[in-house]
């Protein structure tokens, strides 16, 4: 099925006359004809009932009608896209991010990007964090949005640090510890955890929550693969968190503090080179200007 086929059934629809048809489409009646017989044969079924007085369409012809229209019309507006010729080129810029809370945080730096250049296209992706450096040393990534990983996570890539987010412990407003203005991890050590997956989360986030675990048995734990369902089992009551604090939704239903002996975390960007990457260089320049 092609559209010139759709086009010689649309005329002859819309004339119920072969000949007519014809002239409206600039060919030969009998190209025309040959055209119906090819798309009659290809879909098994008559379209249209010919006497040497008149054409009608069929009951299948009917039904099909509104499907050539729109498969015609897509292909038109297909081909007045590129009409003008060729476009300017796009520049992109694939950022990924296994966080969408994370990506929240470039938010400031993306419209002074914007402002530097307007013309460029930024692809934001949110990608499994097992797979996420991958796609980057492979380069289908420029940059990955992330928090520093310590020595042991043997990322190939650079870091440039944007900003330092304290870490926060996350706790239902009726909780005991709720009222204090900050805690330290031995407040936390009979608390049950509300923690990343070990194979989900970012090893940064995972010292810490190694340090909470201790020697304790697995039953004061409960596992998520996410920021959100952590949120949902901390607001339910399962037990608290420890986490970044830009991971941490706003939602009245619970608390905040600081944890005074954790080291905030640093938050970037990794990425394997910026040669011949001005649009990537520009991300950085723009976000050394976030203010504190």
């Known amino acids: 099925m092609n559209t010139f086929q759709l086009s010689c059934f649309l005329a002859v629809a819309e004339y119920l006359n072969f000949a007519q048809a014809a002239q409206a489409l600039h060919v030969t009646h009998p190209a025309v004809s040959q055209q119906i017989k090819s798309l009659e044969k290809e879909l098994n079924t008559r379209l249209f009932e010919r006497t040497t007085r008149s054409v009608r369409l069929t009951e299948e012809g009917m039904a099909f009608l509104p499907d050539a229209r729109q498969i015609v019309e897509l292909s038109q507006r297909a081909a007045n896209r590129f009409a003008g010729g060729p476009d300017k080129p796009i520049e992109t810029l694939a950022v990924g991010c296994y966080s969408f809370a994370c990506m929240i945080l470039l938010a400031g730096t993306l419209q002074r990007l914007r402002a530097a250049l307007p013309d460029l296209h930024p692809r934001l992706q949110t990608i499994p964090f097992l797979h996420i450096y991958q796609l980057l040393e492979r380069g289908d990534l420029d940059a990955v949005v992330d928090f520093r990983e310590d020595a042991g996570a043997k990322v190939d890539a650079q870091f440039r640090e944007f900003a330092k987010v304290p870490v926060m412990f ?71 968190s420890v986490l970044p604090d830009c991971l941490i939704p706003d939602t009245p239903c619970l608390c905040k503090i600081p944890v005074q002996d954790a080291p905030p975390a640093p938050f970037g960007v990794y990425y394997r080179s910026l040669q011949g990457k001005p649009a990537l260089k520009d991300l950085i320049r723009c976000a050394r200007l976030e203010e504190p």
């Open 170 to 240: 996350v706790c239902t407003r009726d909780h005991p510890l709720a009222g204090r203005p900050q805690v330290c991890l031995e407040d936390l050590k009979e608390e049950k955890l509300v923690l990343f997956l070990p194979t989900k989360g970012m090893l940064s986030v995972a010292r810490l929550q190694e340090q909470l675990m201790g020697h304790r048995p697995p039953s004061e734990f409960y596992f998520c693969e996410s920021v959100e369902a952590i949120t949902v089992l901390v607001r339910a009551g399962y037990g608290i």
